[in-house]
């Protein structure tokens, strides 16, 4: 399993609402969790506002029928529209519900000192589990560099 880590250096609203587009234009699943229940909706009301020209498809739990949602947005470990590929901003340690997706996304940004922190903390922790692990950070630009070392 691969978890790759994501140093945004920008906005990351804008980072995630690209990403995302990105994956669901190739017609993937993604479950994008946090901890928050509060996060989430927060998440969702900016994927609403956010939409530039192109619509994201996307849903949490209310909204019914979310095994047909694209982009699944949630609070609680599932994976009920049966998606590839998990986002997440902060640590999570159940491997069991890591290992039901083909790639992790781990966001973060190096503009925040403790979001900052805390993903080393967390790479470190991976890396010991023997995850497969890429750091990717843009540099001046706009390039993505992909390294397999913090």
């Known amino acids: ?11 990351i609203n ?22 928050s229940e509060a996060k989430i909706h927060k998440l969702d009301e900016m994927l609403w506002t956010l939409q530039h020209q192109d619509f994201l498809p996307h849903g949490i739990k209310k909204d019914g029928s979310i095994e ?31 290992k039901q997706f083909k790639k992790i996304f781990y966001v973060f940004t190096d503009t925040n000192i403790k979001s900052f922190e805390n993903a080393k903390k967390n790479w470190d922790f991976y890396k010991t589990r023997n995850f497969g ?9 706009g390039k993505w560099e992909e390294s397999s070392e913090w």
């Open 1 to 11: 399993m691969e978890i790759n880590f994501y140093c945004i250096n920008d906005d």
């Open 14 to 35: 804008n980072f995630l609402y690209k990403f995302l587009l990105q994956l669901t234009e190739k017609e993937k699943r993604i479950v994008i969790y946090s901890e």
């Open 68 to 98: 047909h949602h694209p982009l699944y947005l949630t609070h609680e470990k599932e994976n009920p529209n049966n998606s590839e590929f998990l986002l997440i901003s902060n640590y999570l340690d159940d491997e069991e519900y890591l």
């Open 133 to 141: 692990l890429k750091c990717l950070k843009k540099r001046d630009g």
